[in-house]
């Protein structure tokens, strides 16, 4: 299984953007359908975007028609653009694969995530 790491989150203010960063070492994304899950602060993690191995995309949720997903198949990175971003966006996010996550060993495998808080 491949390790995921997540880059590009930090401190925005309400309205501001930030562009997320997805890349795994021996997943393809060219073969592989992805997503961008969030995790809010005492809540359960919940996908908000996914692209699928031949380059749709769904959005759920509130960041429809703010949030742009999109991926790099030479890079082997998949992108979360944020725009317009609200405080209720706060969390840590994570990407992994779809329609089901990586397990290892029979353990749901996820990557550390990178914090994104948008605070005034």
């Known amino acids: 299984q491949g390790q995921l790491v997540e880059s590009g989150g930090g401190l925005v203010q309400p309205g501001g953007s930030l562009r997320l960063s997805c890349t795994a070492s021996e997943i393809r994304f060219s073969y592989t359908g992805m997503g961008w899950y969030r995790q809010a602060p005492g809540k359960q993690r919940e996908l908000v975007a996914e692209i699928s191995s031949g380059g749709s995309s769904n959005y759920y949720g509130s960041v429809r028609h703010r949030f742009t997903i999109s991926k790099d198949n030479a890079k082997n990175t998949m992108y979360l653009q944020m725009n317009v971003l609200e405080p209720e966006d706060t969390g840590v996010y994570y990407c992994?694969?779809?329609?089901?996550?990586?397990?290892?060993?029979?353990?749901?495998?996820w990557g550390r995530g990178t914090q994104v808080t948008v605070s005034s």
């Open positions: 992994n694969t779809r329609p089901s996550t990586l397990t290892i060993n029979g353990r749901p495998y």
